[in-house]
């Protein structure tokens, strides 16, 4: 275990070299590139990617590297750095900050570290597989209240990832919730593992999107999964079940496959 604790050193050290070129470019007078799956990109986004990629080939040459905007590299070494420089770009180009860089380390396949980092309210989420999960370096844990779904608000970054048979999926779950809240990215489920909240449910996301969410929640006592339940590794599809406990992700997972 010793060896995943140097590791998570490293995860937070590469979110500390992000925060201030977060924050420098945050309410800046930023240009917005439009990626071609329409997802948007800044500068910041492609320099923190770039400074700290360029750190982990420093220290550790043989690791893969797993990033929103360059190139993968080396994804069948044993441990592979998954990056998301600026999850939630739209909300940092709207001068919102629920957006996070994202820093998790998977070995061989599955996730074993996960760093939330929002720089601008200088709030850090980290779990690590089997030692915890800490919020700016106290021990967090889920909200251990139990509410039926009825009494229960789903978070989601937008509807419009929900597509096909997922979109009915979600129209039978939202009828099921007590209401649904829109937008947010990783910081939802950062407040899932602090206690805040109690669900998110979402479909569509990329790697690098989710890697880092799951330990922080996992190691705080939630359930992060698919919607088959399955826990996730880097070849997950890309749906989400993010809850406070496993009698919520029972209910839900439950009413998305009917």
């Known amino acids: 275990m010793s060896h995943l604790l140097h590791y998570k050193a490293f995860a937070e050290h590469l979110a500390d070299l992000a925060r201030p070129i977060a924050k420098r470019y945050f309410r800046s007078d930023l240009t917005v590139i439009d990626k071609p799956d329409a997802t948007p990109v800044t500068l910041a986004d492609m320099e923190i990617e770039t400074r700290l990629r360029e750190e982990i080939a420093r220290e550790y ?18 441990w592979v750095w998954v990056l998301d420089p600026i999850d939630g770009t739209k909300a940092f180009t709207c001068g919102k900050p629920q957006f996070g860089t994202l820093v998790a380390l998977a070995h061989h396949g599955t996730p074993v570290i996960g760093v939330i ?68 990215d990783c910081y939802n489920y950062a407040l899932i593992a602090s206690g805040h909240v109690d669900l998110v449910v979402e479909m569509g996301l990329k790697t690098v999107d989710f890697a880092a969410l799951v330990n922080p929640i996992v190691e705080a ?31 839900v997972l439950r009413i998305l496959n009917q």
């Open 117 to 184: 980092d929002q720089p601008i309210t200088d709030e850090r989420w980290v779990g690590v597989k089997g030692l915890g999960a800490a919020f700016n370096g106290a021990p967090m844990c889920v909200n251990a209240k139990r509410k039926p779904l009825s009494e229960t608000i789903v978070l989601v970054t937008t509807p419009e990832q929900f597509t096909g048979e997922g979109a009915a999926a979600f129209a039978r779950l939202k009828a099921a919730c007590k209401g649904v809240y829109y937008g947010g």
């Open 221 to 251: 006592g939630g359930v992060a999964c698919d919607w088959a339940g399955r826990s996730l590794t880097l070849e997950s599809d890309g749906t989400i079940v993010a809850a406070s406990n496993q009698a919520l992700a029972d209910d």
């Open 61 to 78: 040459p043989t690791h893969g590297i797993l990033g929103e905007e360059h190139d993968s590299v080396n994804l069948s070494a044993e």
